[in-house]
């Protein structure tokens, strides 16, 4: 009886630190981290402990998942944890700009619906005063005043001529029928007579429309600077080409043989002296010439359909607007200023300024990317810069020099290069650019209208200095705001001017 007690007792006190250490080994071989042991180093002990866990997951008796379970746990905890403990790090305010945020898309949306909301309210107040102005017939009328009679539509079919006369100089040149001197000669008159034959036409004949007489000034103006690249650049393709042949090589306008391996044709000089590739270029949405255009390799009917609703669209929407809001705000502004103090006259400036800018950027989506990507695309045309990003500029110089890429080009390749080469300063040459642009702006207003105020032509001068000021005392986003303010206010200051005078000139001696 006493022997029972003092056998378990012994094993107890035997068994009992066995078993302890036992369990203090396999709890340790659970742990999630391993200590070095017998001057083991830590990696040693960290690759231990992963040749152990690749083998506990290959055990098939589910242990595996179960620890892969319980240590995506544990991960979970350590990571709310940290959460918990650490919120902050540095980094800037989306607003400011040096934290690199570029998405404000929610803003433009929501500067879209505010202008949609206060037009609206200033249409529906519109809408109730004088009720629903737009006409479809009158628009007609704009462009002519005889339905039997189309001068500026005959003028626009005249001026096949001119290209007909540029084409047949520059092959009797490319043949040597007559000297460079004769041909510039040729040209130099084509060209002149381009510009002053539909002005004495529009002045002469009282059947022509101040929108007709616009449209047909406009399109001679374009071939204009059309023609005039032409000019150059198969001048300088001639040039090239006697460069060459000096040095027994093949001319510069065409490249090598290498370049037509798998692509397409391409056309070397004279080879394009044909009326097709004239014709090309006269509808082509560019005003530079070149041999080889950059193509496109189909028509995208889904993108050409896009285009065109977007123009019949917006055109409806530039007539409709003009007779709603422009027209009866023109004609409570037709009265003469020295009659209103200058409350007055800012009064009809600002009521003025908002329906002529919001007209103003659709007749841009109108004419840059709706109108120029449906004539690209459906003649093949490559190059579809036809603007940047105009509305980031920050000085004015920026804002003319990407609102119209094509005018740009033009400027800058026939106009503004050549006059460096010549000597001319940037100052200059850039002046130089800006009176040219003074000068087509008041031709294409003061010619219809029959009137010369040389408004025009005074405000595009004006920008020279406002570009000077800009440029130096203003920068970011207060250079921004200048151009804005400069484009909002500048325009419908210059209609108001002209609807004054036109005024005086017609109306005024009525009513005297």
Not at 106 to 125: A, D, Q
């Amino acid at each position: 009886m006493c022997s029972v007690p003092y056998s378990m007792g012994d094993s107890s006190t035997v068994l009992g630190p066995i078993s302890r250490r036992r369990r203090a080994t396999i709890s340790a071989g659970r742990g999630v981290t391993l200590q070095p042991m017998n001057g083991d180093s830590v990696a040693v002990c960290q690759s231990a402990a992963t040749t152990t866990r690749k083998a506990l997951e290959t055990q098939p008796n589910g242990c595996a998942s179960a620890k892969t379970k319980n240590e995506k746990r544990r991960k979970n905890q350590l990571s709310h944890l940290s959460d918990r403990l650490c919120c902050h790090q540095s980094r800037e305010s989306l607003l400011s700009s040096a934290s690199g945020f570029s998405n404000y898309r929610g803003i433009l949306n929501w500067c879209v619906v505010m202008l949609v909301l206060s037009n609206s309210r200033l249409f529906l107040e519109n809408l109730l005063k004088y009720g629903i102005l737009v006409d479809p017939i009158q628009v007609i009328s704009l462009f002519v005043k005889d339905p039997y009679s189309w001068p500026a539509a005959c003028l626009v079919i005249v001026s096949n001529v001119f290209i007909l006369v540029a084409l047949y100089t520059e092959r009797w040149l490319s043949m040597g029928s007559f000297s460079e001197n004769v041909g510039l000669l040729v040209h130099c008159v084509n060209l002149s007579i381009i510009l002053s034959f539909p002005a004495l036409v529009v002045l002469s004949v009282p059947s022509i429309t101040p929108v007709g007489g616009a449209f047909a000034l406009g399109v001679y103006t374009i071939l204009f600077l059309k023609l005039y690249s032409y000019k150059d650049v198969n001048k300088w393709c001639r040039e090239l080409s006697l460069v060459k042949v000096k040095k027994l090589d093949r001319s510069l306008s065409c490249p090598s043989s290498p370049h037509f391996s798998g692509g397409p044709s391409l056309v070397c000089y004279p080879g394009n002296l044909t009326i097709r590739d004239l014709y090309y270029f006269v509808f082509a949405p560019t005003l530079c010439y070149e041999l080889n255009f950059p193509r496109s390799s189909k028509i995208r009917m889904g993108f050409l359909l896009r285009r065109l609703f977007e123009m019949m669209f917006f055109t409806q929407m530039l007539v409709g607007l003009t007779q709603q809001w422009m027209v009866p705000i023109i004609q409570s502004s037709m009265k003469p200023l020295e009659d209103m103090d200058l409350s007055r006259m800012m009064e009809r400036l600002l009521r003025l300024a908002v329906p002529n800018h919001l007209l103003w950027l659709m007749f841009f989506y109108w004419c840059f990317h709706s109108s120029m990507n449906f004539t690209a695309e459906l003649l093949r045309f490559g190059d579809r810069q036809f603007y940047k990003d105009w509305w980031n500029s920050e000085t004015v110089t920026y804002f003319w020099q990407n609102w119209n890429i094509p005018v740009h080009k033009w400027c800058l390749r026939h106009f503004y290069k050549p006059l460096l080469r010549s000597g001319f300063s940037k100052m200059a040459s850039q002046s130089a650019v800006f009176f040219l642009s003074a000068f087509f702006h008041e031709y294409l207003v003061s010619v219809p209208l029959r009137m010369f105020r040389l408004w025009a032509f005074m405000g595009m001068m004006a920008q020279l200095p406002l570009a000077f000021v800009v440029g130096h005392y203003l920068r970011g986003n207060y250079g921004n705001a200048a151009v804005w303010i400069s484009i909002i206010i500048g325009q419908p200051f210059a209609v108001l001017m002209y609807v004054h005078d036109y005024y005086v000139m017609h109306y005024r001696q009525g009513t005297d």
